[in-house]
């Protein structure tokens, strides 16, 4: 009832009679106190402006419904306003030398400037920028925000308590304060400085998180089940019950986890069986009989020489005396053909050498794959990188790139496949040739 009287009354000496009549009181309401037939109550707004320590000799503006008004701040931050020509509901702004810092006004009496009206207005106007909200102060912002303070007033309170600050037993807007050490009101701002900084918050991040109605407080842990199956869900918690402006109900609590079940039992290992027997090494097979030496061909017989030039007349003796000039030299006969090669001997059989030949025919392997395509190299061991040079045909669209490099130069028809170098008749005994096939490309150096 005050509220609304208020809202479309004038703040003057008539309206605070009406107020006094009405009653009231707590959180964003004056209460003139007075009864039938006492004085009215000063018809002044007034508060004080501090932070912790009073913001003084600063300028508080005042926009209401109707009218404005400005004050200046005194050495404790104590500001005061005639309310004649003012109609409510007002917004006042203080500019200190940290920022600027904005309040809501109901009735005449007391009305504080503080960071914690800062949060109220902010959650009232359901808008982080205050400081819009001033400039673009009317009656239908006005009134709406003050029919959502009463919400406001109890989610400031709840997102000051989640941030450490309890201020329970504070009236938010209206109570009588002085900044110094000692003071009820003055140590809750105090304290609001201290956990602001201690949770990396500010007061713009927490007046958003007011804007939206995010303040519910974080529902409690739940006990840690014992190891094991996991328990049924618990049921969900019932949704709070929505505020006037739509904040957010509590969330319920978290159903208990049940308990895990015992981990089985490892079975034994497994005796380890017999190592087998080494196997007898094989007897070295004999040397193969050296091949007898071809038979060489026979020369052909040489070309038939070809006929000397005739000799030239020799000249008749001259006079004694001049020299005569020599005669010219006879032409060279023609150079008789030549006569056909012979034909070539057949060549004889292949001979052995002592030491070679009987490679150890190491089973193809897979290496690194740093090997350089068609380099060949000798190993001992059974299993061997890349594949034996032993003559063997390989398809050419399975190794494209060795075929690249080796051509038909070792067999192979060039159209489907190629033939590896058979390099078994050179190999030292007991040792493999390998090859690789697979690997990386080789590069020409200009």
């Known amino acids: 009832m005050k509220q609304a009287r208020t809202r479309s009354i004038y703040l003057s000496v008539i309206a605070a009679a009406v107020l006094s009549a009405c009653g009231g009181g707590g959180d964003g309401a004056q209460s003139a106190g007075a009864s039938a037939g006492t004085a009215p109550p000063p018809a002044t707004i007034s508060g004080v402006a501090a932070t912790g320590a009073p913001i003084a000799n600063a300028v508080v503006d005042i926009r209401c419904a109707a009218g404005t008004a400005t004050a200046t701040t005194s050495a404790t931050g104590a500001w005061s306003v005639s309310a004649a020509g003012l109609a409510v509901p007002c917004a006042a702004r ?141 049921a969900d918690g019932a949704p709070g019950v929505p505020g006037a402006t739509g904040a957010t109900g509590p969330q319920g609590s978290t159903g208990p986890v049940g308990a895990t079940g015992a981990v089985g039992a490892t079975g034994s290992t497994g005796v380890t069986g017999p190592t087998g027997a080494t196997g007898a090494t094989g007897a070295t097979g004999a040397t193969g009989t050296t091949g007898a030496t071809g038979v060489t061909g026979p020369q052909g017989s040489p070309g038939t020489q070809g006929a000397t030039g005739a000799t030239g007349a020799q000249g008749s003796t001259g006079a004694t005396g001049v020299t005569g000039v020599t005669g010219a030299t006879g032409a060279t006969g023609p150079t008789g053909a030549a006569g056909a090669t012979g034909a070539t001997g057949a060549t004889g059989a292949t001979g052995s050498v002592p030491g070679l030949g009987t490679p150890s025919h190491a089973a193809d392997g897979n290496g690194s794959g740093m090997c350089t395509i068609g380099t060949v190299w000798l190993t001992a061991a059974t299993v061997g990188e890349g594949m034996a040079a032993d003559g063997r045909l390989l398809p050419i669209n399975a190794y494209m790139a060795l075929f690249s490099l080796l051509g038909t130069n070792f067999g192979g028809d060039g159209v489907t496949n190629f033939a590896l170098p058979n390099l078994s008749s050179v190999t030292p005994n007991g040792l493999t040739y390998m090859i690789c096939v697979d690997g990386v490309f080789p590069s020409r150096v200009n």
């Open 94 to 234: 203080v500019t200190g030398p940290s920022g600027v810092l904005h309040t809501l006004i109901t009735g005449p009496g007391t009305t504080n400037i503080t960071p914690i009206t800062e949060l109220v207005v902010a959650s009232a106007a359901q808008n982080p920028d205050t400081e819009a909200f001033f400039n673009t102060f009317s009656t239908t912002s006005g009134n709406a925000a003050i029919n959502r303070l009463p919400t406001a007033l109890t989610l400031t309170r709840q997102r000051l308590a989640n941030l450490g600050v309890s201020v329970d037993t504070l009236n938010l807007m209206n109570q009588a304060f002085q900044p110094q050490a000692g003071d009820a009101y003055d140590d809750k701002l105090e304290a609001l400085i201290v956990r602001l900084k201690a949770t990396n918050a500010t007061l713009t991040t927490v007046a958003q998180d007011l804007a939206r109605g995010d303040v519910g407080a974080p529902g409690a842990q739940g006990a840690t089940g014992a190891t094991g199956a996991a328990g049924a869900t618990g």
